[in-house]
């Protein structure tokens, strides 16, 4: 059974698949909010996309630089700013 945890957040790193990304299904699915970490920019934009449809509040990081969903620009992340 997994909990409500609305209003929470969570920082996934690896989540652009495997176990990272599972954990970052699961905790989006518990209705956090969920940042997404990884070096591999690709399968982190497809990770990223994927969660977002399903409905989930994410955002990414690649290479330090915080992803905005549905934008393929990147602002760093002392700009970056609220949820």
């Avoid at 699915?29 to 509040?57: P, Q, T």
């Avoid at 630089?65 to 700013?81: L, N």
């Amino acid at each position: 059974m997994i909990r409500d945890f609305q209003g929470k957040a969570a920082f996934v790193t690896g989540s652009a698949s495997g176990i990272g990304l599972a954990i970052a299904r699961v905790l989006a699915a518990a209705n956090m909010r969920v940042m997404l970490a990884d070096i591999e920019e690709n399968a982190l934009y497809a990770a990223l996309e994927d969660l977002k449809a399903s409905g989930a509040d994410v955002r990414a990081v690649v290479d330090g630089e915080v992803v905005v969903p549905g934008c393929r620009r990147s602002t760093r992340p002392s700009r970056h700013r609220g949820w």
